[in-house]
T-cell receptor
Framework: NAGVTQTPKFRVLKTGQSMTLLCAQD?????MYWYRQDPGMGLRLIHY???????AKGEVPDGYNVSRLKKQNFLLGLESAAPSQTSVYFC????????????FGPGTRLTVT | AQTVTQSQPEMSVQEAETVTLSCTYD???????LFWYKQPPSRQMILVIR??????QNATENRFSVNFQKAAKSFSLKISDSQLGDAAMYFC????????????FGTGTRLQVFP
């Protein structure tokens, strides 16, 4: 049982390049989330999904797109990377229901030069 | 919109002593949940403790306890008998009582533990 995994762990992009971050969970969770963490800012929600085939915007969605084609995977895409997207990205998943907690992945450190 | 404020960017404590981390939040809702997460240098987010707003009793998990003051919108974390492994960033988080379960995080407090 691997929990929540993220691929890759580190990445360096040049401005304008595109990439996709993969989040995978093996806990059969319905809900999945993408956050970004910047120094002094805490974690902020980018996009989230409450089920396969559904996505919704979070607090800071601009410049990102997501897809949830399979229940176990949640992809975060950057179509044209900008230096402002340099951050640590966290994925999380949970079961529906208020008594359940979010489980976080180990994070992806992305640098855009 | 809900906000979460952690006014202490850094705190320090001596091993075996007690330290309290502060958190305040702003909401107009009556049904919500509050959490403290620990983030060690490994970056992994670890749930430390949670509190349901409808419960008057303060949550406790071993050496970790909270002081939940609903009227004052305050949610502090007390760490007793501090250990070197407690050194980490600590984040306070708020979750609405709706069906999206989104978390709103504070900016964090870095806790240093000295031997």
């Amino acid at each position: 049982n691997a929990g929540v995994t993220q691929t890759p762990k580190f990445r360096v992009l040049k401005t304008g390049q595109s990439m996709t971050l993969l989040c995978a969970q093996d806990m059969n969770h319905e809900y999945m989330y993408w956050y970004r963490q910047d120094p002094g800012m805490g974690l902020r929600l980018i996009h989230y999904s409450v089920g396969e085939g559904t996505t919704a915007k979070g607090e800071v969605p601009d410049g990102y797109n997501v897809s949830r084609l399979k229940k176990q995977n949640f992809l975060l895409g950057l179509e044209s990377a900008a230096p402002s997207q340099t951050s640590v990205y966290f994925c999380a998943s949970k079961r529906p229901g208020l008594s359940y907690e979010q489980y976080f992945g180990p994070g992806t450190r992305l640098t855009v030069t | 919109a809900q906000t979460v404020t952690q006014s202490q960017p850094e705190m320090s404590v001596q091993e075996a002593e007690t330290v309290t981390l502060s958190c305040t939040y702003d909401t107009s809702e009556s049904d919500y949940y509050l959490f403290w997460y620990k983030q060690p240098p490994s970056r992994q987010m670890i749930l430390v403790i949670r509190q349901e707003a409808y419960k008057q009793q303060n949550a406790t998990e071993n050496r970790f306890s909270v002081n939940f003051q609903k009227a004052a919108k305050s949610f502090s974390l007390k760490i007793s008998d501090s250990q070197l492994g407690d050194a980490a960033m600590y984040f306070c988080a708020y979750r609405r009582g709706d069906n999206t379960d989104k978390l709103i995080f504070g900016t964090g407090t870095r806790l240093q533990v000295f031997p």
